[in-house]
């Protein structure tokens, strides 16, 4: 800042010295707030002019300066010059009137558009700014866009490709540690818990956090923490979710394990369920896997199994048959029920304990009606065979034994009458009255307890057995009824 001195007499008077001091800091201070401000550095640099593929738009500087009152062509020819170097801008005409700018031409982005318009008011001297840039339609067979996004995700695939490797590399060495500690958990609860899949259950249960820390740390890695803590917060949120989505699932895996703890049945027993009957093959956590005697695979949902009535044949090895034999009404209903009980006794299927009756259960229409009961070894003999083969025998017996099964009788009443001829041969005159026609003698084979017809009486078991193992099973999952050992 220029000094300012004053020549004094050598009789001054110290009063005005003072007074002139006071003026001249007044006039300095006067001078510093005119002088107008200096730019304190150079303009920021515009992106893009130096020929790099990728432009970008960045705010201009707060003032540009041209020369202290730049008259308007100056200012004209700045900013012209400035927008023709950006190479943003298609006939970039400017001109300056009264301060006022007017700017024209055409951009391909909006971006451009403001930013030039900016420029302008930054400038020395600008008092007002009119943009008639037009931004000019893209095509729509351009696509810079896209390769320029497609180079952006090439960038950042290429930055993070590290963090990835080391991400699948946690993640591979996750899942080893939770099948080992499946497998560890198995053994170690191999003695403690017969049922297979409640180890199954434990080992799993066992795995899961494993599982789930390991996510947890490869998320960290890579560097979602967010997601993460997400991971971490949200898998009881997650866990209700899944189990009402599949509600069924869960039913079927929770009845799964009461079947396979509570056993009422095993692998081979005969059982009924909802009308199915069959012999049973596998339990899963799905279903429960039968085969009938028509050689069908029937597989039940669990659920189902669990809530219905099982009737299950094979559980108690004895059981009780029964079948019904008419005889006349002229017959004596003593002498029928001996005769049908020793075909039962003789019969080498039939259990002597608990031992066989035959009781009268009705007097029917046209006969009295006998309920013959027998007991039998469902495990060694088929229940279907050995009745065939006592209705067999015990109709022999009684028409050997004189004892007449009459058919029910039927009245038919002819109002006008019927005209009836009889004629009678020879041989039906000679024949006593009551006595029937001889019928044919038996074959030696009818009375064996067994005849090829029937199969032989011993069980189906070895049969469904035989044809479930050449089968092929509706799916490969574990069976909860196989032995711990296996």
Known sequence: ???????????????????????????????????????????????????????????????????????????????????????????????????????????????????????????????????????????????????????????????????????????????????????????????????????????????????ILGIYFVLRVSGLTQMAATVIGGTGLLGLVVGIAFRDIAENFLASILISTQRPFQAGDLIEVEGHQGFVQRVTTRGTLLMTLQGNHVQIPNSTIYKSTITNYTANPKLRLDFAVGIDYGDSVSEAQNVALGVVREHPAVLDDPEPLVLVEELGAATVNLRVQFWIDGHNYSPYKVRSSLIRLTKLAIEQAGLTMPDESREVIFPKGVPVELSRSAEESSRPPGVDAPRGKPSPEESEASLPAEGGLHSEREEIADQALHSRPPGEAIDLLAESGE
């Open 1 to 211: 800042m220029p000094s300012i001195e004053l020549a004094t007499s050598p009789d001054r008077n110290p009063r005005r010295e003072r007074a002139v001091q006071r003026l001249a800091a007044l006039l300095m201070m006067i001078a510093c707030a005119c002088v107008p401000p200096r730019s304190a550095g150079a303009q920021e640099a515009i992106p893009g002019v130096d020929g790099e593929d990728q432009e970008s738009t960045s705010a201009p500087s707060e003032e540009v300066n041209v020369t202290p009152q730049a008259d308007d062509d100056e200012i004209a020819a700045r900013l012209e010059r400035i927008l023709l170097a950006t190479e943003w801008f298609a006939d970039a005409r400017v001109t300056v009137d009264e301060g006022v700018v007017f700017l024209e031409g055409s951009a391909a982005r909006d971006e451009h558009k403001e930013w030039a318009a900016r420029l302008a008011r930054n400038t020395e001297d600008v008092v007002a700014v009119v943009n008639r840039i037009e931004v000019r339609p893209g095509s729509i067979w351009d696509l810079s866009p896209a390769w320029t996004e497609i180079r952006l995700l090439a960038r950042d695939l290429i930055q993070a490709t590290p963090l990835i490797l080391v991400a699948i590399l946690l993640l591979g060495l996750t899942w080893l540690a939770a099948i080992l500690a499946m497998q560890l958990a198995s053994v170690l609860l191999r003695r403690r818990m017969q049922s297979v899949l409640l180890r199954q259950v434990a080992a799993r249960a066992v795995a899961v956090p494993v599982l």
